[in-house]
């Protein structure tokens, strides 16, 4: 099945100075990206809150930063401020890419053919990128228990996405149930600089070096690691009905006869008579822990494990 991903945005960057720019935008070590590679980071403000959550794929004459729609207004402005002193070119290409999902316990022949075909092996790990052929980047979501899962970003007259579109359709909900499963977190404009990258659990994401030295919000983002002053986490909840569930809402925790915020629900989707949220809450909730959202009052959310550490 193949799903058509829409509220992506892709931003390209070509020049000398790409990477060490880069390299000193975003949390992730960009220094280590091979040619068709890609890795998650965060771009953040100098105080570390997050403006942009993104997929960044290193390609031979520069990157590609796939983000979420939402923030890239916000993001664009911010890398254009701070590459006045850099010889890098940065532009919004979305209108070039497409981007296509597929879950399926194999991979579709049509892309099987043109790994053969490049001599290309398929990426294996969890969030693992390779280019198959010049142009394709392929991405692999590999989590435990579920449905393995593909991304493919090309130029939208790219052979292979007419092939794929040729797959049944699944329902975008769907996908986006599949990546709150995954414990994926994702940003729309509102919340833009309003969490520290590890509120989202990007450091189990591998998106986030302690090593590589300075970056803007590298201070405040080390620290948070360091003298453990993370208070929250990203955490995945689901209620056994549909419900309307938006960006932003608020999710309230029982204490006695009472309710209190605790915390934002960064995305959600329905799927199956079941609704799933990814939130930033306190991490020190008990697993039996009774979690209601605001707007919807009847609407019980049960916290689910995540398929990943946090440390």
């Known amino acids: 099945m193949h799903c058509l991903i829409t509220n992506k945005s892709v931003i390209r960057m070509t020049g000398e100075d790409s990477q060490k720019f ?27 809150k997050t403006w942009a959550i993104m ?5 031979n004459d520069g990157y590609l930063l796939v983000m979420d729609q939402g923030c890239a207004e916000n993001s664009l ?11 890098v070119d940065i532009d919004d290409v979305s209108a070039e890419y497409t981007l296509l999902g597929v879950a399926s316990n194999a991979l579709p022949a049509a892309i099987t ?14 969030l693992q990128s390779t280019c198959i052929d010049n142009d394709a980047i392929l991405t692999h979501y590999a989590v435990p228990g579920a449905t393995p ?32 499963q995954a414990g994926i977190p994702k940003l729309a404009q509102a919340q833009s600089e309003e969490y520290v990258p590890q509120m989202m659990n990007m450091q189990a994401l591998d998106a986030i070096s302690f090593t590589k030295g300075c970056y803007m ?29 938006n960006a932003g809402d ?6 006695g006869e009472n309710w209190r915020r605790i915390g934002t629900c960064l995305y959600g989707a329905t799927h199956d008579q079941k609704t799933w949220a990814f939130a930033v809450l306190p991490n020190d909730l008990e697993k039996d822990a009774v ?14 494990t995540l398929p990943y550490e946090l440390d």
Not at 22 to 48: R, Y
Not at 150 to 176: D, F, G, N, R
Request: glycine share 6%; charged share 15%.
């Open 250 to 255: 608020t999710f309230e925790l029982q204490l």
């Open 77 to 87: 402005a911010e890398l254009k401020k701070y590459s006045v002193f850099s010889k």
């Open 113 to 126: 053919a043109v790994l053969a075909e490049h001599n290309t092996q398929a990426p294996e790990g969890h």
């Open 217 to 245: 919000g590298q201070e405040v983002v080390a620290r948070t690691k360091y003298l453990g002053k993370n208070k929250r986490a990203g955490a995945i909840l689901m209620y056994p009905a549909g419900v309307e569930i």
């Open 149 to 180: 899962r593909w991304t493919l970003l090309a130029p939208s007259s790219h052979a292979l996405i007419a092939a794929l579109k040729a797959l049944p359709e699944m329902p975008h909900a769907q996908w986006e149930v599949m990546d709150i």
């Open 22 to 48: 880069l390299q000193s935008q975003l949390t992730a070590n960009i220094e280590q990206l091979d040619s068709g590679a890609s890795t998650l980071a965060c771009q953040c403000s100098a105080k570390g």
């Open 55 to 59: 997929q960044v794929i290193a390609q």
């Open 291 to 304: 979690i209601r959202l605001q707007t919807q009052p009847d609407a019980h959310f049960a916290l689910q």
